[in-house]
């Protein structure tokens, strides 16, 4: 039997197999599920068959193991499975071993089929061999490419946002030692610093919870009895101060006792609400709202504006896919976009919670966070 035939014929046993071995690769983080585990395995199978059925020539055959197998305008399921992999957590060792786990388990259920190998079944053999090299050389090629990209994304996030608060914070200090009399200006100027050194803190926050989130399976919270609804209120009131110009509503239907981590809560409103008020058409309404059901707590920001695009909204909390989703190849205006959005998915996680985002042209965008009561 062809090899290529094999394959097409034993697919699952070939997933299942791959699957079981994935499953033993420790990662931190959330245990990945079987459609996790079994990620673009499925797809790469069949470029492999689709290789093997593919005449080659000899110079073809030549190139391919040097490495420079033809190349593809769009992004491979070997490309694609390396970012899903980094992401996840894995090491560039534990995804190379996922490929020799894969060549072993399809030679050894292909040979067990075998009694006399041909000149038909070894020419096969190369080939698949040579199949597998290609993939995972596309997969290490693009893991090195997210990690690079991993590193220019912090990088980029750092320098962009800590620039402007920390030159402020220069800038009235600056002022302030200029002038040993602190009048109704200096005082205004004083209240920049201490905006702008907030601001900054947060950012720093930001950064470090990011690095947290990737050391264990959530961030970490410590719960106690906490009103929410005052919470949320409270940070409304906040929004309002720092932008007196928009038009930021509460609508509150409930009250809202809770074992909450008060702090991490109050971030996660923040971060939404200032998101929605930056994002959001000018001069049109934010609206607020804290409602309950039996179950849960359900707190929404809601604005009117561009919507969020098509390819963005998958990765709306994850900055790394958001950055490394195909055709983006600099930082460009994704400079700006920060890590609140991914922090205040972090903090609904850790508290048992879901966060979802509807967004279209008509009826705006909408981020609905659901806690458990």
């Given at each position: 039997?062809?090899?290529?035939?094999?394959?097409d014929e034993n697919v699952e046993p070939i997933l299942q197999a791959?699957?079981?071995?994935?499953?033993?690769?420790?990662?931190?983080?959330?245990?990945?599920?079987?459609?996790?585990?079994?990620?673009?395995?499925?797809?790469?199978?069949?470029?492999?068959?689709?290789?093997?059925?593919?005449?080659?020539?000899?110079?073809?055959q030549l190139e391919k193991s040097q490495g420079n197998g033809p190349?593809?305008?769009?992004?491979?399921?070997?490309?694609?499975?390396?970012?899903?992999?980094?992401?996840?957590?894995?090491?560039?060792?534990?995804?190379?071993?996922?490929?020799?786990?894969?060549?072993?388990?399809?030679?050894?259920?292909?040979?067990?089929?075998?009694?006399?190998?041909?000149?038909?079944?070894?020419?096969?053999?190369?080939?698949?061999?040579?199949?597998?090299?290609?993939?995972?050389?596309?997969s290490i090629a693009n893991y090195s490419r997210a990690q690079e990209?991993?590193?220019?994304?912090?990088?980029?996030?750092?320098?962009?946002?800590?620039?402007?608060?920390?030159?402020?914070?220069?800038?009235?200090?600056?002022?302030?030692?200029?002038?040993?009399?602190?009048?109704?200006?200096?005082?205004?100027?004083?209240?920049?610093?201490?905006?702008?050194?907030?601001?900054?803190?947060?950012?720093?926050?930001?950064?470090?919870?990011?690095?947290?989130?990737?050391?264990?399976?959530?961030?970490?919270?410590?719960?106690?009895?906490?009103?929410?609804?005052?919470?949320?209120?409270?940070?409304?009131?906040?929004?309002?101060?720092?932008?007196?110009?928009?038009?930021?509503?509460?609508?509150?239907?409930?009250?809202?006792?809770?074992?909450?981590?008060?702090?991490?809560?109050?971030?996660?409103?923040?971060?939404?609400?200032?998101?929605?008020?930056?994002?959001?058409?000018?001069?049109?309404?934010?609206?607020?709202?804290?409602?309950?059901?039996?179950?849960?707590?359900?707190?929404?920001?809601?604005?009117?504006?561009?919507?969020?695009?098509?390819?963005?909204?998958?990765?709306?909390?994850?900055?790394?896919?958001?950055?490394?989703?195909?055709?983006?190849?600099?930082?460009?205006?994704?400079?700006?976009?920060?890590?609140?959005?991914?922090?205040?998915?972090?903090?609904?996680?850790?508290?048992?919670?879901?966060?979802?985002?509807?967004?279209?042209?008509?009826?705006?965008?909408?981020?609905?966070?659901?806690?458990?009561?």
């Amino acid at each position: 039997m062809r090899l290529s035939t094999f394959i097409d014929e034993n697919v699952e046993p070939i997933l299942q197999a791959w699957e079981d071995f994935a499953r033993t690769i420790a990662v931190p983080g959330k245990t990945l599920d079987a459609d996790a585990l079994r990620d673009h395995a499925g797809q790469m199978l069949q470029a492999i068959v689709n290789d093997l059925d593919t005449p080659q020539s000899k110079q073809q055959q030549l190139e391919k193991s040097q490495g420079n197998g033809p190349a593809s305008d769009r992004q491979t399921a070997a490309q694609a499975h390396a970012v899903t992999r980094l992401m996840a957590g894995f090491t560039l060792d534990q995804m190379v071993s996922e490929y020799r786990a894969l060549r072993t388990s399809v030679l050894s259920l292909w040979m067990c089929q075998m009694n006399v190998a041909g000149a038909v079944e070894i020419e096969d053999l190369a080939r698949f061999h040579e199949a597998i090299d290609q993939a995972l050389t596309e997969s290490i090629a693009n893991y090195s490419r997210a990690q690079e990209a991993s590193r220019t994304l912090f990088l980029g996030i750092l320098g962009h946002d800590l620039r402007n608060p920390l030159g402020a914070i220069l800038l009235g200090a600056d002022m302030l030692l200029r002038n040993g009399e602190l009048c109704d200006k200096f005082v205004a100027v004083a209240g920049q610093v201490h905006t702008s050194a907030k601001r900054a803190n947060r950012i720093v926050g930001d950064l470090l919870d990011f690095t947290r989130s990737h050391l264990g399976p959530t961030l970490p919270v410590r719960l106690q009895a906490v009103d929410l609804v005052a919470a949320c209120k409270r940070i409304v009131s906040e929004e309002r101060a720092v932008h007196p110009l928009s038009d930021i509503r509460c609508e509150v239907t409930c009250t809202g006792g809770g074992r909450f981590d008060e702090a991490r809560m109050e971030q996660v409103f923040s971060n939404l609400i200032s998101n929605a008020v930056h994002h959001g058409k000018s001069g049109a309404p934010v609206t607020v709202a804290f409602t309950s059901d039996a179950e849960s707590y359900v707190f929404s920001v809601h604005n009117l504006g561009q919507p969020i695009a098509d390819d963005v909204l998958p990765f709306i909390f994850d900055p790394m896919g958001r950055f490394l989703r195909p055709g983006v190849s600099d930082l460009g205006p994704l400079a700006g976009i920060g890590l609140g959005l991914y922090i205040a998915s972090q903090i609904v996680a850790a508290h048992g919670g879901q966060i979802d985002v509807t967004s279209s042209g008509r009826k705006g965008t909408t981020f609905k966070v659901r806690l458990p009561r």
